[in-house]
């Protein structure tokens, strides 16, 4: 029953794919100036966006923010000359995190809002993530629409010369969003006395992120916030989590909180060093939120990935936890479904839909903050919430998923099913965002784990 429960979700997730031609599960990612992400790609981009949202005769505005990356340069004014030909207003926000980018949003009462940024990829990569009016990421269908303009001779829809839109700087950006989420602290509490490592990934959230913790009492150690166009995650960040863990120690630091190249991401370590992932920050939250009513149901969202000990320690707690897709349109989706105000990624994507729609890094380790200082000890008592399964993630270079279709492939993935048991549990899927197929095996029985840790990695490096 596992089995045919992956391989349909293989089945629906190469359907969409092949539906789609530049957009994937998290807007448009691709390497820069590939054909999929170039100048002109970017400009008809703009246009088609430009004819979808444009609704009503009010004057049409459009918010751009965008990472540190050296490509953002041409994508964000091609972009920006797409939409201007269409007749829409656009504010350009300069560096600033994604959740600031949907926060403004809303709040500016935009039609619509873009982030230019590849998330925690490398510098040579890029991409686009398009919010709506209401700070909430496109459905499929619309993306579709999009990409058939695209396509299409676009260009008998430009405007008159009298209509074209106007561009020009926010110049306080990013202040707006850092009293945005100051405000999401309670206001009785303050980080009077914590010393906190910073690493904000040479990324978006260079600026703010340390504004924020400062202002609240917090004396704050930074690291990657010297952007050079070429260095965003590059051996920092969420991703090298190590580099924030190994400056805890050294400067004696309370905790360290790392975020990603634009900053809707989040990985925590304590006082000892210990990493924590996104699997143990849903866990604290949800259960210290049960404990004060502030669930909005007793249910968590998190994904197929997240570790077997989340779910059992909520159980505990009577909360359940609900499994999506992977990837963070799917974890909102089955959020409003459900109506939970809490859900997340393990990789430390945690949307907390009480104070905004999407994922962000800062209110996240806002909310970890507070329940520290109100728990009054010390955070590797507070953040261990659990004791998580031995976990190993695997992932394989692989462009061609027909193989996963075959008969020896099917065999080899039931066989794996057979060994882990009850124990464990073995995921293969393609990766949403990257080249990649990843494989996720679980099991409480370390060598059954190896066993077949082993198998999986002599089968697909054959392919």
């Known amino acids: 029953m596992k089995l045919l429960k992956q391989l349909k979700f293989l089945k629906i997730l190469n359907n969409k794919k092949m539906k789609k031609k530049y957009f994937g599960t998290d807007g448009i990612r691709a390497p820069s100036n590939s054909p999929k992400l170039n100048g002109l790609t970017m400009m008809r981009l703009g ?3 430009g004819k979808v949202f444009t609704k009503g005769e009010h004057r049409h505005r459009v918010v751009i923010g965008k ?16 939409l201007l030909s269409m007749g829409l207003d656009v504010l350009l926000l300069g560096p600033i995190p ?25 510098y040579l990569d890029n991409g686009i993530k398009i919010f709506d009016k209401n700070g909430d990421k496109l459905p499929d269908a619309l993306e579709v629409e999009i990409e058939e303009l695209m396509d299409s001779s676009i260009e008998k829809h430009l405007v008159d010369p009298k209509k074209m ?19 999401t602290f309670p206001k009785k509490l303050n980080l009077d006395g914590l010393k906190i490592v910073l690493d904000c990934a040479n990324g978006a959230a260079y600026k703010a992120a340390p504004i924020i913790l400062w202002e609240l009492g917090a004396e704050v150690i930074t690291l990657g916030v010297e952007p050079n166009g070429v260095n965003i995650n590059h051996e920092c960040g969420s991703t090298h989590p190590e580099t924030m863990a190994k400056r805890v120690i050294e400067e004696n630091a309370d905790l360290g909180i790392s975020l990603d190249g634009d900053g809707d991401r989040i990985i925590i370590c304590d006082e000892k060093g210990k990493v924590i992932d996104g ?13 004060y009513n502030q669930l909005s ?8 990935m997240s570790n077997l000990g989340l779910e059992n320690i909520l159980d505990k707690h ?7 897709s992977v990837g963070d349109r799917y974890v909102k989706e089955m959020m409003l479904n459900e109506g939970a105000n809490i859900g997340g990624e393990q990789s430390g994507h945690i949307i907390l839909r009480d104070f905004i729609a999407t994922g962000d890094g800062m209110i996240t380790a806002l909310q970890v903050l507070r329940i520290i200082i109100e728990k009054k000890q010390p955070a590797s008592k507070t953040l261990n919430v659990f004791e998580p399964l031995p976990q190993r993630l695997i992932n394989f270079n692989l462009k061609d998923t027909e193989f996963l279709k075959e008969d020896e492939t099917i065999k080899k993935i039931n066989n794996w099913e057979n060994i882990l048991g ?12 990257e080249p990649l197929l990843r494989v996720m095996i679980e099991c409480k029985n370390l060598i059954i784990l190896d066993k077949v840790i082993s198998e999986v990695d002599s089968f697909f490096t054959k392919i």
């Open 98 to 122: 994604t959740p600031g980018v949907a926060m403004l949003t809303k709040s500016m009462r935009a039609d619509l809002g873009i982030m230019i940024s590849a998330s925690h990829n490398s």
């Open 47 to 49: 246009m088609a966006l």
């Open 165 to 183: 839109g106007r561009a020009k700087r926010l110049e306080d950006a990013n202040a707006r969003y850092i009293e945005f989420q100051k405000n």
């Open 279 to 291: 699997d143990q920050i849903l866990g604290l939250i949800a259960i210290h939120w049960h404990k």
């Open 422 to 433: 009850d124990e464990g549990r073995i995921l293969v899927r393609m990766s949403g965002t």
């Open 67 to 82: 990472d540190t990356r050296l490509s953002g340069y041409t994508i964000e004014q091609a972009i920006t000359s797409g």
């Open 318 to 324: 009577n909360i359940k936890l609900q499994r999506a």
């Open 297 to 304: 149901v007793d249910k968590v969202v998190a994904t197929k």
